[in-house]
């Protein structure tokens, strides 16, 4: 059974174990792998802006309820639980510099990365993922942006 924050953890933990094994296959042309901060964390440290960063970040769009639904017999007067499906959006906000000569394609091969943390997946909760895709944005200040984002949909028991 998953609560918003159960399904946060998920994620997260799945992002994070994604981009660990995988981001260090470009990070040869980069000398470091890309921080990714991730929602709810509290850091210390300013973002470097000549380095490629990231966010993570989840927001929820719907949560309709789909059913009432009980695991045992009922108890006279027991409430019954209700059956929600709960969906949004996981986004991955990547951040490269400007001044790189070749900022702009390492950060295209970041963003297929977070892509297909998302792409076609599952966790074993039953977190589904669909949709992935990335997004060119406006660069800000001194950063090129991109966004990945991936609809994401659970089912709540309360």
């Known amino acids: 059974m998953h609560t918003f924050v159960t399904a946060r953890e998920e994620i997260c ?19 470091y792998l890309p921080e990714i901060r991730m929602p709810r964390i509290v850091y210390p440290k300013p973002i470097n802006p000549a380095v490629h960063w990231g966010r993570l970040s989840i927001q929820s769009v719907m949560s309709s309820q789909s059913a009432f639904v009980s695991y045992a017999p009922a108890e006279a007067g027991a409430a019954k639980r209700k059956k929600y499906e709960e969906s949004g959006l996981v986004f991955v906000q990547l951040f490269g510099p400007k001044n790189e000569i070749e900022a702009a394609e390492q950060q ?15 966790l074993p909760g039953k977190v589904w993922f669909r949709n992935a895709r990335i997004n060119d944005l406006e660069d800000e200040d001194e950063m090129l942006r991109l966004n990945v984002v991936a609809e994401y949909e659970y089912n709540e028991i309360s």
């Open 13 to 31: 933990a799945r992002f994070d174990q994604h981009w660990q094994t995988h981001a260090p296959l470009i990070v040869g042309a980069l000398d």
């Open 108 to 122: 295209d091969y970041l963003a297929q990365i977070a892509r297909s943390a998302f792409r076609g997946e599952s």
